[in-house]
């Protein structure tokens, strides 16, 4: 087993191997690879039929916002809770169980919009019920991916590569079906991508893992957090993307969608984010090819391409421009998130995986809200592109601290899972 906090002597380069060009993948892999290529198509689509079918209700900017964030707050507020009933359990049954509960709820708000009542109330506590459900379902991700596939970076960046391709299929699926029938037909399609993943989750054949007995939920909670501080190179990471989350991914979402539209039209904002789209297909296939010894180091030495994106559009460069910075930076954010799920996937044991993945996803999810309701203020201060100066510049900042910290740079890999 690997030093907990991975700190290792390190080597004179960044090496890096390439993975074999044949690879069997199995059953169960297929199976969990469309599952989550259907849960992030149901994703990708959701935003699209809030904000049409709110809108088509009369309400505004603001009721949309909070129906995502009933959603949000509730999977960064119960996802820790979430990683300890799943080191208690069958991971498989509590994801089954959470796909089957949005199954219904997607069905409720399927109706809501078919018969014309809708209540905003209404729609965000489905809202919340569906964030529970994510919260339960996220820690058993991490622990699954390992018990599937041998090569657990190959299978992390077919994973992604789906997941992109989904990213960029979502909105236009939900556009075409609200177009064919209606708002509610949307979300008829989102509980059948949850039935799909239940599916193919029930027709995994996995072993029995340990679940674990004995200790009260607050020692298991103490327990991890305990481990997750124990690794200096998890937290430093956690902490950086905190920040980055209030400096740069909370506040570009938006106001990169409120500039390209205002200054090139919806046409192009579509075109640019197809393209970003292609770039994290892009970064999901190089990183199943690559494997970097120090994988954090890489992946965060390719996610300085991410200031591509809202520096492009701040300096109000011509629409192909910033569409080559949404590629490179769709390409370094999906090689990074391959690099740093394998890392979790391979150097923490398996029997609190869940819980330190829980905790993981908390810190990760914490400031995003922040740095949304930010971004308004933030603009009208400043103005749009000096925040997003700050938003690039930002990455650049914070990768470099991140780099300082030596257990996060020389983190070796390791090619196996940790037991």
Do not use: K
């Amino acid at each position: 087993m690997t030093d907990p906090r991975g700190e290792r002597g390190l080597p004179s380069t960044l090496e890096v191997a390439v993975a074999p060009r044949v690879r069997r993948w199995n059953r169960n892999f297929w199976l969990f690879l469309v599952a989550r290529g259907a849960a992030r198509l149901g994703d990708m689509m959701l935003p699209v039929a809030l904000a049409a079918g709110l809108v088509q209700y009369g309400h505004g900017a603001g009721a949309v916002g909070a129906a995502m964030a009933s959603y949000s707050a509730c999977v960064a507020g119960f996802v820790v809770f979430g990683g300890v009933i799943a080191d208690r359990v069958d991971t498989r049954v509590l994801m089954v169980l959470a796909d089957v509960v949005r199954v219904g709820t997607q069905g409720l708000v399927a109706a809501m919009f078919f018969t014309g009542h809708v209540v905003l109330w209404q729609v965000c506590a489905v809202g919340a019920v569906n964030g529970i459900c994510a919260a339960l379902f996220q820690p058993g991700v991490a622990s699954t991916i390992p018990r599937i596939a041998d090569d657990v970076q190959g299978a992390n960046g077919a994973i992604r590569t789906a997941e992109s391709v989904m990213t960029v299929a979502g909105p236009a699926v939900a556009g075409a079906l609200i177009a064919v029938t209606s708002v509610g037909g949307v979300f008829v399609a989102h509980a059948l991508t949850y039935v799909v993943s239940a599916a193919c989750l029930l027709g995994l054949r996995l072993g029995r893992a340990v679940a674990r007995t004995g200790a009260s939920f607050g020692l298991d909670l103490a327990e991890g957090w305990r481990e997750f501080r124990a690794r200096t190179w998890m937290w430093s990471v956690i902490l950086a993307w905190m920040t980055l989350m209030i400096t740069t991914f909370g506040p570009t979402a938006p106001l990169v969608a409120t500039a390209l539209v205002v200054d090139h039209g919806s046409t192009a904002f579509g075109l640019v984010n197809a393209v970003g789209g292609v770039g994290m297909v892009v970064g999901g296939l190089i990183a199943m090819r690559l494997r970097p010894n120090r994988p954090l180091l890489a992946g965060a030495l390719a996610l300085l391409g991410f200031a591509a994106q809202p520096l492009s559009v701040a300096l109000g460069l011509p629409v192909a421009v910033i569409a080559a910075g949404f590629a490179v930076a769709g390409a370094a954010h999906a090689f990074w998130g391959v690099m740093w799920a394998t890392s979790v996937q391979t150097q923490v044991p398996g029997t609190i995986l869940n819980r330190i993945h829980a905790y993981e996803v908390a810190g990760s999810l914490a400031m995003m809200p922040v740095g949304q309701a930010l971004a308004g203020p933030a603009s009208a201060l400043l103005g749009t592109s000096s925040v997003l100066v700050v938003s690039g510049v930002g990455v650049v900042v914070v990768i470099t601290a991140l780099l300082m910290v030596p257990a996060v740079r020389d983190l070796r890999r390791v090619d196996r899972a940790a037991v």
